[in-house]
């Protein structure tokens, strides 16, 4: 599996921007999609993730982000919205196999300035 993330930019506080993750390979085994992202010293966080029967997000992100996916076409969305600052990391998509396996993207850098 091949993971290709899209998207990021700078952006004012409470702006919006919307993450895209185009995936290619052997993706029929993939039972979770998410997102991730880091700042600058600081640990790798799970932001949201989806299923196929639900959705889960970081405290920090919810009612103002939404993950989604398109199956037909093997992209997965984060719609980011009221952006802040605090927001500002590197972003990465991950694709997790029913077997345990983990797959990762290219970062795509989100900036938010105040």
């Known amino acids: 599996v091949q993971l290709q993330a899209s998207g990021g930019g700078l952006v004012q506080a409470g702006g919006s921007l919307r993450l895209s993750c185009a995936a290619s390979g052997r993706i029929f085994s993939i039972n979770v999609r998410g997102w991730y992202r880091q700042a600058p010293g600081k640990q790798r966080e799970l932001v949201a993730s989806i299923t196929s029967g639900s959705t889960n997000y970081a405290d920090s992100v919810k009612g103002r982000f939404t993950i989604f996916r398109d199956i037909a076409k093997n992209m997965v969305y984060l719609q980011m919205n009221s952006l802040q600052p605090e927001d500002t990391a590197v972003y990465y998509c991950?694709?997790?196999?029913?077997?345990?396996?983990?797959?990762w993207g290219k970062g795509t850098l989100v900036t938010v300035s105040s």
């Open positions: 991950n694709y997790h196999e029913v077997n345990g396996m983990d797959y």
